[in-house]
């Protein structure tokens, strides 16, 4: 298994077993994982950052003992260039992480390009509410933040749908719970993230939260 150096933002935090496959993510952790039948040496992995892309990656790495790049829209292309002959040459399957997929990501080699061209793409798709709630739900509860029951359907129907915004609610969140050390309601959350801008629709009222 080997893995090329990675820029700053590669984290490994929680491991691959910390991956929650969703409605968003589920065709494309299949297809990574699929790596014997791809029809070129490499395959795109395209995701949006806090999607849990590299915890993919991670799981590409241990079942397949191939070739990683994140952020490979930042990589120097001529090294992409050698990476994708070496994966054909020698059958270690090359996966390339980034944000966009060719030819939204412009490369300018055309050996590249062309090589690339090739390539299955697995795309994590954006958020859906039940996505977002259960991701809510995971991280809050990986942490060991109580939280009432209602919490995250709440928070999902107001968190902007996307990976980085939930990412930013959870941290909030799970650092109040450590600083209260209390279970978290609706009621307090609501006002914990209203007094940094990070809900919308906080105004409106939640239902049974006198109970929560």
């Excluded at 929680?14 to 993510?25: D, I, P, W």
């Excluded at 299949?30 to 950052?49: E, F, H, K, M, Y």
């Excluded at 490979?72 to 966009?100: C, K, M, S, V, Y």
């Excluded at 359907?153 to 749908?161: N, S, W």
Aim: glycine content about 6%; some cysteine; charged content about 20%.
């Amino acid at each position: 298994m080997s893995q090329l150096p990675l820029p700053i933002g590669w984290s490994r935090h929680g491991g691959a077993e910390s991956l929650l496959v969703h409605s968003a993510n589920a065709d494309a952790l299949a297809l990574v994982r699929d790596w014997q039948l791809w029809p070129s040496p490499c395959t795109l992995l395209i995701g949006a950052r806090r999607s849990g892309r590299s915890l993919i990656g991670e799981v590409f790495l241990r079942e397949s003992g191939g070739l990683l790049v994140d952020d490979a829209d930042q990589a120097a292309e001529e090294q992409l260039f050698h990476l994708w002959n070496d994966a054909r040459d020698t059958g270690r399957p090359l996966l390339l992480i980034a944000e966009q997929a060719p030819p939204v990501w412009s490369i300018a080699l055309p050996d590249l390009r062309t090589r690339l061209a090739t390539a299955a793409i697995a795309r994590i798709l954006p958020p859906d509410e039940a996505v977002s709630a259960a991701l809510l739900t995971h991280g809050l509860e990986r942490a060991g933040s109580a939280f009432a029951p209602d919490l995250p359907d709440f928070l999902a129907r107001r968190t902007e749908r996307c990976y980085a915004a939930i990412d930013a609610v959870l941290a909030e969140l799970n650092a109040l719970s450590l600083a209260r050390g209390q279970k978290l309601s609706v009621a307090l959350a609501r006002q914990a993230l209203r007094n940094n801008a990070m809900l919308d629709g906080v105004d409106e009222p939640a239902p049974h939260e006198g109970n929560n």
